[in-house]
């Protein structure tokens, strides 16, 4: 991993990883390509300077004739791609940007990846690690969890992009020799995450005093994975994973969302009573737990995700280090703690869309 090529670097995930790389491979070079839609934010790296160890390019993965220059001039060994859009509401709004990004978008990176790679008979070595969802899955009922041998059954335009996605990464190891291996996430949840997500986006109008809209009747199921949790099993599948293999990374933390927004309030609630100067800026009386009420749920919205993480638990020794209690309540407190982070992104480019959660059409994942 001494030459790295992350998409996405700027985006939640992401930024986490790079910043997770760069304290743990102090000696290889980072080079970053992020397109910088509205998700994508350069202050998550900001403490990163430019130079041999870093380098961030924007642009576009579907842009072949960057990414095939990038390849070249900076002998790529590796490639992590997060690249996506990926918030399922925006999906159910606008498919179009989902198809482009996710599909063809990581069809133009293995290609270069081929070329560069394979057809230039230099491909020991190299690795292609691309980051997929548990959506893919499609919904579970009560019991039961997701394995590697699943069946693809996706039920959102997101979902059946990143299947798509993929299943042509999977096409690629197969049919050429890729040197590639996929992972599917649960939830990630954690510093930097962009505001129209739920967690970070509760914590928000918690604090500001704003309605809490929540899906339905609250009970859908969500596994939740710290992101630096999320970094380590990446870092760690990169190393030792075998490729042309899929491995699930999951938290082991199912959380319903009634129950995740309820927690919020309730450390919203402690954080500011023991602040004077927060509880000044930001008076409240009573438990914001009075903010919460209900809205017409999501259209497809799956009812349960979990997901099993045994094969990277038994193969590669990773396990969740966070219980969700533990990361719930350090992420509030980053969110708490870095509203200039977030206030600049609400008042700025996000300030049109972000009003939608009003109507309840952003209050979930």
Known sequence: MDKVLITGGAGFIGSNFVLHMSRAYPSSRLVVLDKLTYAGNLENLKSLAEGKNYK????????????????????????????????????????????????LGTFTLLEAARKHWLDAGRAEGKRFLHVSTDEVYGSLGATGLFTEETAYSPNSPYAASKASSDHLVRAYCHTYGLPAVTTNCSNNYGPYQFPEKLIPLMVINAL??????????????????????????????????????????????????????????????????????????????????????????????????????????????????????EGIRKTVNWYMDNRQWWERIISGQYTEYYSLQYGGRLAGQ
């Not at 690249?83 to 925006?90: M, N, T």
């Not at 939740?224 to 870092?235: G, K």
């Not at 800026?281 to 903010?291: A, D, I, N, V």
């Open 56 to 103: 961030f390019v924007k642009g576009d993965i579907n842009d072949s004739a960057l990414v095939d220059r990038l390849f070249a001039e900076e002998s790529i060994d590796t490639v992590v791609n997060f690249a996506a859009e990926s918030h399922v509401d925006r999906s159910i709004l606008g498919p179009r940007d989902f198809v482009e990004t996710n599909i």
């Open 208 to 325: 500001k005093g704003k309605p809490l809209p929540v899906y339905g009747d609250g009970q859908n199921v969500r596994d939740w994975l710290f992101v630096e949790d999320h970094c380590r099993a990446i870092e760690l599948v990169l190393k030792e994973g075998r490729l042309g293999e899929t491995y699930n990374v999951g938290g082991r933390n199912e959380k319903k969302n009634i129950d995740i927004v309820k927690l919020i309030c309730a450390l919203v609630d402690e954080r500011a009573q023991g602040d004077k100067e927060l509880r000044n800026e930001f008076p409240f009386e009573g438990s914001r737990s009075s903010l919460i009420h209900f809205v017409k749920d999501r259209p497809g919205h799956d009812r349960r995700y979990a997901i099993d993480c045994t094969k990277m638990e038994k193969e590669l020794g990773w396990t969740p280090g966070h219980l969700f209690e």
